[in-house]
């Protein structure tokens, strides 16, 4: 159990363009999810809590509109990186959290590139 | 709001034991290890809440020292599928509660 599925694994795009990347609970209802970046060999950085029904809350220093956060059912949270640049390359991963006894799971990781 | 991870890596033969400690600077909810394997999600370990328990699963224990604000991940008789980073994930209370802010890492490597 406490599976979280996030979508693509990997996507390449064009610098300008946007890329949406899905996080979903599978067997459980994430009121709360949360998405972390990742650089190479380096901790994961938190970028955002998402709220279902509300606004996401954004950790300091994260551009909210390049960084658009939609958390509209109880399963289902989405990123979507606005006119993504090369900087902007990196792996995202969002994790949720099923109930105390299970830590919180994480999806498998989108690896983006921005060329 | 992220915690300090020590030490930065760790080289172990197979059988040897390790301590990974983590400490934060503020006063914590709860903290959280999880090991990642290259270019993988990270695999949750176990949770230690406030209230200064020690918590076992299988090999690998940890502790959690409230009043200092410590926690330590200890490996015993490291086996090859330990390698990989192992983060630790602190939660404070308050307005934050529910957010994990995770150390920069130790990377764990176990030759036979």
């Known amino acids: 159990g406490a599976v979280v599925s996030q979508h693509p694994s990997r996507v390449i795009c064009k610098s300008g363009t946007s890329v949406k990347i899905e996080c979903r609970s599978l067997d459980f209802q994430a009121t709360t999810m949360f998405w972390y970046r990742q650089f190479p060999k380096q901790s994961l950085m938190l970028m955002a809590t998402s709220n279902e029904g509300s606004k996401a809350t954004y950790e300091q220093g994260v551009e909210k509109d390049k960084f658009l956060i939609n958390h509209a059912s109880l399963t289902l949270s989405t990123l979507t990186v606005t006119s993504a640049h090369p900087e902007d390359s990196s792996f995202y991963i969002c994790?949720?959290?099923?109930?105390?006894?299970?830590?919180?799971?994480f999806g498998s990781g989108t690896r983006l590139t921005v060329v | 709001q992220q915690p300090v991870q020590s030490p930065q890596a760790v080289i172990l033969r197979e059988g040897e034991d390790a301590v990974i400690n983590c400490s934060s600077s503020k006063a914590l909810y709860s903290v959280h290890w999880y090991r990642q394997k290259h270019g993988e999600a990270p695999v949750f370990l176990m949770i230690?809440?406030?209230?200064?328990e020690q918590k076992g699963h299988e090999k690998i224990s940890a502790s959690f020292n409230e009043k200092k604000q410590q926690s330590s991940l200890y490996l015993t008789a490291s086996q090859l599928s330990y390698s990989g980073t192992y983060f630790c994930g602190t939660e404070r209370g308050g307005s934050t509660l529910g957010r994990l802010y995770f150390g920069r890492g130790t990377q764990l490597t176990v030759w036979p």
């Open positions: 994790s949720a959290d099923p109930g105390r006894s299970y830590g919180y799971t």
């Open positions: 230690l809440l406030k209230g200064g």
